[in-house]
Each structure stands twice: as C-alpha cells, then as structure tokens.
C-alpha cells in the first residue's frame, strides 16, 4: 500500500510570493491533517479536514489555508510569504476522525528568501 | 492549554546501552498517546499508540509503557541504526483525534 505523499518536496520562494502544496493520503483514508516543523517551534498543528471539511484549525493567520477534495487529497496554501515560514510541511493522513493513528508524509521543504 | 513535554532533549548512547525517554502530559481525560520516530529531514514514522494507563507495546528493540500522567519509551541494548529524534504525541481535546500536540522530542544517537 503507497504511503502518504507530498508534492514539491523542496520549493524556493521569495518573501510575498504565494505557495500551493499538495498531499495525497493513504489510499482509504479520510482525514488529513497538516503540521508545521521548525527547529524553534517542533510541530505544530495547522489544520485537519475530513470528508471536504475543516473540523480544526491551529493558532496560524489567515495566510494559511487549505482545501480538501472528495477523492480526499489535500492541499494548503500560504499567501503573502514571509522569511518566518520557511519550515518543514508535513501531511498525515488517518482512516477516520477518531482512535487511529496518523501516517506521515515525507514533507515539503519550504525556503523563503 | 495541554501541554506534552519529553525528556532528556538528547541522549547520546554507546551501542548496547539501554535507556529510557519519558514524555509527560498534562492533558485531562487522555485518549491515547502516540510514539514517533523522525530521521532528519524525513516525515515522522508511526511506533505505537497507547490508550490506557498500563498498556505496554514492543517492536523490536522499543518499548512504550504508559501511566496517568507520563509514557516512557525502552531503548534495550541499541544499535547505531536506532539513532533518530523520538516524538510523543497526544490527541488535543474535541472529537476528532486529527490534531495532535507533540513534545519538542528526545534527539538519540547511538555509537558503535
């Protein structure tokens, strides 16, 4: 069974651009959720959607958004950019709301300059 | 706010020394309690999930035990390839368990 998957794996940017990153989960699962890791902050939740919805949203600004379709994949995106979000973006992905574990994936590396 | 904090930041081990990392949590009416192992660079991969106090899963070398309020994770004689940043994870409170709170992790390296 494929494991999550994240496009671009690495992406340069420059401070104000906009970035759309992609994420297809497991195959099955319904939840996806997004994570933020930096050396100074560790990981930090941005969001979750199951079945097209947001059910839960981090403490990020409205910069950061993101949408997911009906055959489950996921994409966030960051508008505006500014040095601070360079970081690491992972995608987990889980069969259902609740009891199950999230399967990672192998992340997108985001510079801004 | 829940709060996950995990101990020691870093263990340096020598290959056969066994240890143990702890996370503590400060969550009310905990659900579960998620191990990670991180390679640098990569995503996180899943361990094992706990859900009540005094469970205990084992793969391999590792070992997670849980109580009310912490969850170690058993390193028994390690090998370099054991060398990772280890993360716990809990579930924040709500109905889904999709957004989970980590601790900042225990970076392991092991020598030969």
């Known amino acids: 069974k494929a494991g999550v998957t994240q496009t671009p794996r690495y992406l340069i940017k420059t401070r104000g651009q906009q970035v759309t990153l992609s994420c297809s989960p497991i195959?099955?699962?319904?939840?996806v959720s997004w994570y933020q890791q930096t050396p100074g902050q560790g990981l930090q939740f941005l969001f979750e959607?199951?079945?097209?919805?947001?059910?839960n949203k981090g403490n990020f600004p409205g910069r950061f958004s993101g949408r997911q379709f009906s055959n489950s994949r996921s994409e966030m995106n960051v508008s505006t950019l500014e040095l601070g979000d360079s970081a690491l973006y992972l995608c987990?992905?889980?069969?259902?709301?609740?009891?199950?574990?999230?399967?990672f994936g192998p992340g997108t590396r985001l510079t801004v300059l | 706010e829940d709060q996950v904090t995990q101990s020691p930041e870093a263990l340096r081990l020598q290959e056969g020394e066994s240890s143990s990392l702890n996370c503590s949590y400060t969550?009310?009416?905990?659900?579960?309690l998620f191990w990670y192992r991180q390679d640098p660079g990569k995503g996180p991969e899943f361990l094992f999930t706990?859900?009540?106090a005094g469970e205990e899963k084992e793969k391999e070398r590792l070992k997670a035990t849980l109580t009310k309020k912490e969850s170690f994770l058993h390193i028994t004689a390690p090998k370099p390839e054991d060398s990772a940043t280890y993360l716990c994870?809990?579930?924040?409170?709500?109905?889904?368990?999709?957004?989970?709170?980590f601790g900042a992790g225990t970076q392991v390296v092991v020598t030969p």
């Open positions: 994870a809990v579930p924040s409170e709500g109905d889904s368990w999709g957004k989970l709170q």
């Open positions: 959607y199951f079945s097209e919805t947001q059910r």
């Open positions: 195959s099955g699962h319904r939840s």
């Open positions: 987990a992905s889980s069969l259902g709301l609740a009891g199950g574990e999230q399967f």
């Open positions: 969550v009310s009416g905990l659900r579960g």
């Open positions: 706990l859900y009540s």
